[in-house]
C-alpha cells in the first residue's frame, strides 16, 4: 500500500521561510508532487520531483530523497496569500498501466500571520 | 485556454439518490482520473481513464462508476448515496506531462 505522512498544521510570520516534510512509503514510485489547496478550491500545481535534489521554482524550492522516502518544500518571504493547505502526493505506476495515480497526504494547513 | 471544468459546482442529494458529474479535460488531455475528498483529508483516487478506457480503479464501493467519451470528457456515477458520499469531486487531466490538473470539483453534500 501507499502511506504519506505530513504534519497537520504549521504558522509562520510573514516574510519567513517555513519547511514542510513529507515522508512516504510507497511501492512504483514514480515521482512526487507538492500541491496548494486555498480553502473550497481545486488544488494547483506547485512542484515535481522525481530525481534526487532540488527543484526550485521563484520562492518556492522542493527537495527529493528517495532512498529515505522524503521530500520537503520550502517557501521563501512568506505572504499572507501563502495561507492554504499543501498537499503532497505521490504518483505510483500500477501494474499494467505507465499512468500512475497520485496518493495524496492528509494535508499541511499553513497559516501566516502578519 | 480553457482549463479543466466541472459541473454542476455544488449539488445537493438525498439518501438512496443517484448523481451525475461531469468534467471536461483541458483541450488536448487524454487522460482523466477523479479524486474524492472528504474534509480535512488530501484527495483519494477512485478512477483514471485514458483513451475511453479504465486505466486504474481505487479502494471505492461498486457503487461508484465512471466513463470517458470520445471527444475526452467523463462522467462520474454514484448509485444508492449515503451521507458519507458527501465530499468535494475532483476532476484531473494530464497528457504527456507529469502534472495533473484539477478542475474546480463538485461539492456534494448527501443529507
Known amino acids: 500500500g501507499q502511506n504519506i505522512d505530513q504534519p497537520t498544521e504549521m504558522t509562520a510570520t510573514e516574510g519567513a521561510i517555513v519547511q514542510i516534510n513529507c515522508t512516504y512509503q510507497?511501492?512504483?514510485?514514480?515521482?512526487l508532487f507538492w500541491y496548494q489547496q486555498h480553502a473550497g478550491e481545486a488544488p494547483t500545481f506547485l512542484s515535481y520531483?522525481?530525481?534526487?535534489g532540488l527543484e526550485e521554482k521563484g520562492r518556492f524550492s522542493s527537495f527529493l530523497s528517495r532512498s529515505k522516502g522524503y521530500s520537503y518544500l520550502l517557501l521563501k518571504e512568506l505572504q499572507m496569500k501563502d495561507s492554504a493547505s499543501y498537499l503532497c502526493a505521490v504518483r505510483a505506476s500500477d501494474r499494467g498501466s505507465t499512468l500512475g495515480r497520485l496518493y495524496f497526504g492528509r494535508g499541511t494547513q499553513l497559516t501566516v500571520w502578519p | 485556454d480553457a482549463g479543466v471544468t466541472q459541473s454542476p459546482t455544488h449539488l445537493i442529494k438525498t439518501r438512496g439518490q443517484h448523481v451525475t458529474l461531469r468534467c471536461s479535460p483541458i483541450?488536448?488531455?487524454?487522460?482523466v482520473s477523479w479524486y474524492q475528498q472528504v474534509l480535512g483529508q488530501g484527495p483519494q483516487f477512485i478512477f483514471q481513464y485514458y483513451e475511453k478506457e479504465e486505466r486504474g480503479r481505487g479502494n471505492f464501493p461498486d457503487r461508484f462508476s465512471a466513463r470517458q467519451f470520445p471527444n475526452y470528457s467523463s462522467e462520474l456515477n454514484v448509485n444508492a448515496l449515503l451521507l458519507g458520499d458527501s465530499a468535494l469531486y475532483l476532476c484531473?487531466?494530464?497528457?504527456?506531462?507529469?502534472?495533473?490538473?484539477f478542475g474546480q470539483g463538485t461539492r456534494l453534500t448527501v443529507v
Open positions: 484531473a487531466s494530464s497528457h504527456h506531462h507529469p502534472e495533473a490538473f
Open positions: 510507497t511501492s512504483g514510485f514514480n515521482g
Open positions: 483541450s488536448g488531455h487524454k487522460s
Open positions: 520531483n522525481v530525481l534526487d
